[in-house]
């Protein structure tokens, strides 16, 4: 059908089962007749027929906005849910993971860019049905949307996540989180409980390398959280793009401003990848970024791809007492009990802890 448009010229071209129609959308009023905006996120491209938008996944045909990529599954895995990363949510649960193809955001370190660059590609087709009871058949405890931007999958999300919850598993998305407020709110009402999310860096850095307005991010940060989803933040430390301490300084600040001083901050160490070829980020900038999330007041601040390092375990805030001891970003051992330290009873923020005693 897509060849009908010329919109699709490489070798594998998406078609069906793949190509569904888009849930948020509008007809652009004339002189623009034909065109179709895309809401799904915050670009909102106004499509015309024939074309697709900034992200290649969705397409204008005679008037209709279609996704390229529903159930096509680029990556699929069983993680755990601390991979994510996620460190308070579920510990030491499994997410069933699926990845689709393409992205939103124009980053030049992509470390998934093997997927997360490239074109809608067809891939194995996994109805929503299929993927949650695969997710039952491997004994996971979850859903993931994760690899590339989840966002573009987000009607096949959407019939994952109400599948999932009827059958006791929970729904988690690692996102740049760049949907549109009215997609949020459809992915809160049909069960996404957790999400870790990317600032990226200031509104700069945001604007200069990925194309995007960061204060979109912070704004579905705090929706998020008001919907009732657990937040986790992300900030890959990217050498001479944001590894001034003044930015993390300001994320770290907004995180305990906007989103609370128990939200979990993960500053992730960067390898070379795609376009950029600067060596892996020091580990003693991600332990200076740790140090100054610290003292503007941030309890969790984690540091990511330094295996073995302390700062990959969970300390109470109260009385100080390591509580969880993970092992590359696999949770190793928790003393958790019912959410709270057994030695000084200090509530630990988070949900999901007792998830194993409910499954037995
Ligand atoms: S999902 Fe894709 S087509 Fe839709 S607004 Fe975002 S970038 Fe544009």
């Not at 509008?26 to 007749?33: G, K």
């Not at 989840?150 to 006791?168: C, D, I, N, Y």
């Not at 300390?315 to 000084?344: N, W």
């Amino acid at each position: 059908m897509l060849y009908r448009y010329g919109l699709v010229r490489q070798k594998h071209a998406p078609r069906e089962p793949f190509i569904h129609t888009t849930l948020l959308q509008e007809e652009v009023s004339e002189p623009d007749h034909g065109r179709v905006r895309c809401l799904i996120c915050e670009r909102r491209c106004v499509i015309r027929p024939g074309a697709t938008g900034w992200c290649r996944t969705r397409a204008n045909l005679d008037g209709e906005l279609v996704t390229l990529t529903y159930g096509a599954i680029s990556s699929l895995a069983v993680n755990h849910i601390e991979k994510k990363p996620l460190y308070h949510f579920y510990p030491g649960s499994r997410a069933l993971t699926a990845g689709s193809w393409s992205c939103n955001f124009a980053c030049p370190w992509c470390q998934n860019y093997d997927i997360a660059k490239h074109p809608p590609n067809g891939g194995k087709f996994t109805s929503p049905s299929q993927f949650v009871a695969e997710a039952i058949n491997k004994r996971c405890q979850g859903t993931s949307i994760s690899f590339n931007e989840p966002t573009l999958s987000l009607e096949w999300s959407l019939e994952v996540f109400r599948l999932a919850h009827q059958a006791g598993l929970y729904n988690t998305f690692v996102t740049n989180g760049y949907m549109t407020e009215a997609a949020l709110e459809h992915l809160a009402e049909a069960g996404l409980d957790g999400m870790n999310v990317d600032i990226k860096g200031d509104s700069a850095v945001v604007r200069d390398y990925c194309q995007a307005d960061v204060e979109v991010v912070w704004r579905n940060l705090r929706r998020a959280q008001e919907l009732g989803i657990w937040v986790e933040v992300t900030t890959l430390v990217v050498p001479e793009v944001n590894d001034d301490m003044v930015i993390l300084m300001s994320i770290a600040v907004r995180i305990a401003r906007e989103l609370g001083p128990y939200t979990p901050w993960h500053i992730t160490r960067y390898h070379p990848a795609y376009r950029l070829t600067a060596p892996p980020t020091p580990v003693q900038t991600l332990e200076e970024a740790r140090a100054i999330g610290r003292e503007m007041g941030l309890q969790y601040v984690y540091l990511g791809n330094v295996p073995g390092h302390f700062a990959e375990n969970t300390y109470c805030p109260s009385c100080g007492k390591m509580l969880i001891q993970r092992s590359t970003m696999e949770q190793a051992e928790s003393l958790v009990q019912d959410g709270h330290c057994p030695f000084c009873g200090q509530e630990i923020a988070g949900t999901g802890w007792n998830w194993e005693t409910s499954e037995e």
